[in-house]
């Protein structure tokens, strides 16, 4: 080949060879490049909604390019293409480069668990039997690249179990990441003991096992004594407490010792603190804790009881003998009637006054000091001119005053405020009444139906089912019309509306309260399987929606059915029977054939008025009735023989007997919970209801508030009916009722504590949170906010703006607004913010965001300005924003360009230009 070909040859070799460095293709770790690519060094991710975003195959900034294309990629970071730069100086390595390449161009690569298991083996240090050891922990991890699936863990060995851990069966751990497994020792007799944890998963050498060992021994024993064994109390007033005596409790065993209960006889002794409780245990070898009693007579005269304190070693219970004598005192005895009051009111007007009563059934004169409203709508609620309590009046013994609450709301929703009045009758001071009101708008219409779904048995196709009834109801507070009465839905066409049954119509209005009623029937149009439709009844700002169902069944065919489908009798005390009714409906479309129903064992028995046969679609009804011979639970059949295909159909019986007792439980069972209260304010009062579930009535022993935070809550008599020495039958109950009062700032929570001869209760949490009394501050960031948009040619995207109260009471956020051609939006925009519409409240360190956008996609400079209750009235945050406008390829990209203006195709031109021209230099 001649010189000058040669040369030509090498020339054009080279420019191919400087184009081909943008599409250098390199195998890789697609898995390790999807993480680098989703958490890059150097301060920006590649995954960055402002570079390529999250989604690779989208081809933002035409990321594709870079597939399987390292080369292009490291020629991006050399020429710091759409600001790529930041990633020179081997933040990101021609191996790091290689694996994101490979990820580009395969991003749904997955790699392969592995799993290894540390310690492999536990060895628990010796433990009592029928107590547990302390938790030790299994790590489980997974060093490979794919997620490792937990089908299973098992823990063999009956003296062992599972106790707490992050990892769970069908649960996963990533790649590089590891979950916990707790096991606990729990051995049942004495001796060496052995087990095993075995972990299921999908990783190679599945199943892991972790082998499990301890040695159990036997309990030592426990010796209670309690000193003194008895408290005299002398003379106390009635309705004062004496001051405190403690007793002390103490254990010189060898074994730890349990307290089970405290309890005293008679309700004028009560446990006033100590460290004793329910659950505490004294160690062994001289442990020990305290019991106060205070002495509270309820009449006049000598009293007597006994402080018992069970617990789990012998000679239980230890007793302490009890001993006062109560005296009269002259005292005012104050009761707020009633101790709530309810509003419903149009915003901006008036309500009518409703009355509280302040009485003094005590024998010295009540003297009023103050009267106060507080809470988060105090404002919207006034004391009326002419009330005869008010600030210094005396009310005498055996008398009264009355004073009127008026209720204007300022804003729809709930409005709540409390009322205290304080007087000299410490014991009750301050009487409080919650002020309940609910602001409304423009009175309306409200659609309400009494039943949310018909179910219709099996039906023959071409046949139609018995009608079933739907009442529609207004139960708003104006006068309303119906405008639609329809059915629709998958099988609209196998549903029907009655005329004969329904006389809702669209044509008259409904008043307030007044109902009508809409009749359905059932006929399936195909001969099997279940349809479906809806009832929808609107009116013109309110709707409901009644869900139909039923199931079509061939023509020719009888059908069981019963309802219910079990019966279960819970928990019969001996001696005592229970009954149950059930129906036996023929669902199918011919004659049901049946010999007559038989129970088993001989504790249940059977009446009934079932025929020897049934046509389609008729029933009879049967009535079970379970009488226990013995404890514990006993199941039981029904069985019925008949010409169904489904012959013989079983219906499942089940009970349990149980000795008598009675059985002591709360409503609510999730405790009480106070909203949001200054420190040092009362919030209204709430109550708890402890009812006896139970079969024997029971004696309620001892009525305790404890933890830390006791303090707080403050009992309010005249919403509480329960005592200590009070008997409760079967069925009955009685109230507990507290206000909130919190003494500091955060969270402030207690548990209320009853103790009672039988069926004892959990005990019941009360919880608030005590705000600052101090000054709002309010705080917005950022405080200068720039828009832009992710890309060219797109819109500027909202920015947050967060509204925060730094300071120690409550911020009354007034309005939120913006100057012009930019929005703030709150929580009803769909795309808005977490702040309510203005006006709202910040509790302190409470904090809510606005979203700032521009109106239009052009240049923008304002401010968006927040008015509230804090000093200084205004603070305002800086907004400036332009669109980025630049068409074609441009930052972040790390492909070859699209157009012939992009700078990555010009700088290559001019070195392959610049190349040839020197090779032309250069001698053949």
Same mark, same amino acid.
């Given at each position: ?377 105090a404002s919207e609620y006034r004391i009326t001119t002419g009330s005869s309590c008010s600030a210094g009046a005396s009310v005498a013994a055996g008398s009264s005053c009355s004073l009127g609450v008026v209720f204007t709301p300022n804003s729809t929703g709930s409005r709540n405020a409390s009322l205290a009045i304080t007087h000299n009758d410490s014991a009750h001071s301050p009487s409080s009444a919650s002020l309940n009101g609910n602001g409304t708008a423009a009175p309306a219409g409200q659609v309400s139906v009494n039943r949310l779904s018909l179910s219709y048995p099996a039906q023959a196709n071409g046949s139609r089912s018995a009608s079933q009834t739907v009442s529609v109801s207004n139960s708003g507070s104006a006068p309303m019309q119906l405008s639609s009465i329809a059915i629709n839905g998958t099988n609209a066409g196998d549903f029907a509306i009655d005329n004969a049954l329904s006389d809702c119509n669209t044509t008259s209005s409904m008043a307030v309260g007044a109902s009508c009623t809409v009749g359905l029937s059932f006929a399936p149009t195909v001969s099997s399987g279940s349809r479906s439709a809806a009832l929808s009844i609107s009116a013109s700002n309110s709707s409901a929606t009644v869900s139909l169902s039923g199931t079509a069944a061939p023509a020719g065919q009888p059908a069981v059915t019963w309802n219910p489908g079990s019966l279960d009798f819970g928990n019969v005390p001996l001696g005592s029977s229970a009954s149950r009714s059930l129906s036996l409906s023929n669902s199918g479309t011919s004659t049901l054939t049946l010999n007559a129903p038989v129970v088993s064992p001989t504790a249940y028995a059977l009446s009934h008025n079932c025929p020897a046969s049934l046509a389609a679609g ?115 109950? $009685? ?99 977490? $702040? ?89």
């Amino acid at each position: 080949m001649p010189s000058t070909a040669i040369t030509t040859t090498r020339r054009w070799s080279l420019l191919a060879a400087i184009f081909l460095i943008a599409g250098s293709a390199h195998a890789a770790d697609a898995v390790r490049g999807k993480q680098l690519y989703n958490n890059t060094p150097g301060g920006t991710s590649c995954a960055n909604s402002s570079c390529h975003g999250t989604n690779v195959s989208a081809n933002r900034n035409k990321v594709q390019r870079g597939a399987n294309n390292p080369s292009l990629i490291q020629s991006a970071i050399n020429n710091d293409t759409g600001g790529m730069g930041i990633y020179r100086n081997n933040v990101l390595t021609s191996t790091d480069i290689a694996d994101i390449a490979a990820y580009i161009a395969n991003p749904n690569a997955t790699g392969s668990p592995t799993a290894a298991v540390s310690p492999t083996s536990l060895n628990f240090a010796s433990t009592a039997t029928g107590s547990t050891s302390a938790t030790q922990t299994v790590t489980l991890s997974n060093s490979g690249s794919g997620p490792l699936s937990i089908s299973s863990i098992t823990v063999n060995g009956s003296d062992f179990l599972r106790s707490g851990g992050s990892c769970a069966a069908g649960g996963s751990v990533a790649a590089g990441s590891s979950c916990t497994i707790g096991v606990a020792f729990k051995p049942q007799t004495a001796g060496s003991k052995t087990g095993s944890l075995s972990i299921a998963h999908n990783a190679t050498g599945s199943p892991s096992s972790v082998s499990l060992s301890g040695t159990a021994t036997t309990p030592a024993a426990a010796n209670p004594a309690v000193s003194p064994n008895t408290m005299s109390f002398g003379s106390v007033d009635v309705g004062s407490q004496s001051a405190a005596q403690t007793a002390t409790v103490s254990n010189s065993g060898t074994a730890a010792m349990q307290i089970s209960s405290l309890s005293i006889t008679n309700s004028a002794f009560g446990i006033s603190g100590g460290t004793c409780a329910a659950g505490t245990t004294l160690a062994a070898g001289g442990g020990s804790c305290t019991v106060s009693v205070r002495f509270a007579p309820g009449s006049t005269g000598a009293a007597s009881g006994t402080l018992n304190i069970a617990h789990n070693a012998s000679a239980s219970p230890l007793t302490v003998a009890l001993s006062g004598s109560g005296t009269t005192p002259a005292a005012p005895v104050a009761q707020l009637s009633p101790t709530s009051l309810s509003y419903s009111q149009t915003v901006g007007s008036s309500s009518a006054a409703q009355t509280l009563t302040l009485s003094n059934s005590g024998s010295a004169a009540l003297t009023i000091s103050a009267l106060t409203i507080s809470g988060a709508a105090a404002s919207e609620y006034r004391i009326t001119t002419g009330s005869s309590c008010s600030a210094g009046a005396s009310v005498a013994a055996g008398s009264s005053c009355s004073l009127g609450v008026v209720f204007t709301p300022n804003s729809t929703g709930s409005r709540n405020a409390s009322l205290a009045i304080t007087h000299n009758d410490s014991a009750h001071s301050p009487s409080s009444a919650s002020l309940n009101g609910n602001g409304t708008a423009a009175p309306a219409g409200q659609v309400s139906v009494n039943r949310l779904s018909l179910s219709y048995p099996a039906q023959a196709n071409g046949s139609r089912s018995a009608s079933q009834t739907v009442s529609v109801s207004n139960s708003g507070s104006a006068p309303m019309q119906l405008s639609s009465i329809a059915i629709n839905g998958t099988n609209a066409g196998d549903f029907a509306i009655d005329n004969a049954l329904s006389d809702c119509n669209t044509t008259s209005s409904m008043a307030v309260g007044a109902s009508c009623t809409v009749g359905l029937s059932f006929a399936p149009t195909v001969s099997s399987g279940s349809r479906s439709a809806a009832l929808s009844i609107s009116a013109s700002n309110s709707s409901a929606t009644v869900s139909l169902s039923g199931t079509a069944a061939p023509a020719g065919q009888p059908a069981v059915t019963w309802n219910p489908g079990s019966l279960d009798f819970g928990n019969v005390p001996l001696g005592s029977s229970a009954s149950r009714s059930l129906s036996l409906s023929n669902s199918g479309t011919s004659t049901l054939t049946l010999n007559a129903p038989v129970v088993s064992p001989t504790a249940y028995a059977l009446s009934h008025n079932c025929p020897a046969s049934l046509a389609a679609g008729a029933s009879c009804s049967l009535t079970v009735a379970f009488t226990p011979d013995r404890s514990g639970s006993l199941g039981g059949t029904l069985t019925l023989q008949s010409n169904a295909a489904t012959s013989p159909d079983n219906l499942a019986l089940s009970g349990a007997g149980v000795a008598a007792a009675g059985q002591l439980g709360w409503q609510p069972s999730a405790g009480l919970s106070y909203p949001d209260t200054a420190v040092g304010s009362a919030s209204a009062s709430q109550a708890a209801t402890l009812s006896n579930t139970g079969s024997a009535s029971v004696v309620i022993q001892q009525i305790q508030l404890a933890g830390a935070n006791s303090a707080d809550f403050s009992p309010d008599a005249a919403g509480t009916s329960c005592s200590a020495g009070q008997s409760l039958a079967p069925g009955a109950n $009685c109230t507990l009722s507290f206000a909130f009062v919190p003494s500091s700032v955060g969270a402030r929570s207690a548990s209320l504590n009853v103790v009672a001869d039988a069926g004892t209760p959990p005990a019941l949490s009360l919880s608030g949170n005590g705000v600052g009394s101090g000054n709002a501050l309010l705080s917005l960031n950022p405080s200068y906010i720039t828009l832009t948009s992710n890309a060219p040619n797109q819109p500027m995207q909202p920015e947050a703006l967060v509204l925060s109260n730094d300071g120690g009471a409550v911020l009354h956020i007034a309005a939120v607004t913006a100057t012009a051609g930019l929005q703030a939006l709150n929580s009803s925009s769909p795309s808005g913010g977490t $702040c309510p519409p203005p006006p709202f409240d910040l509790n302190p360190a409470q904090s809510c965001t606005v979203m700032v956008a521009a109106l239009a996609d052009q240049p923008v400079s304002g401010s968006v300005d927040v008015y509230s209750d804090a000093n200084p009235a205004k603070s305002s945050a800086s907004v400036k924003g332009a669109p980025l406008s630049n068409a074609g390829a441009g930052g972040c990209s790390i492909g070859p360009p699209d157009q012939p203006g992009d700078p990555i195709w010009l700088l290559m031109l001019l070195i392959a230009l610049a190349v040839l021209a020197y090779r032309r230099r250069q001698p053949s």
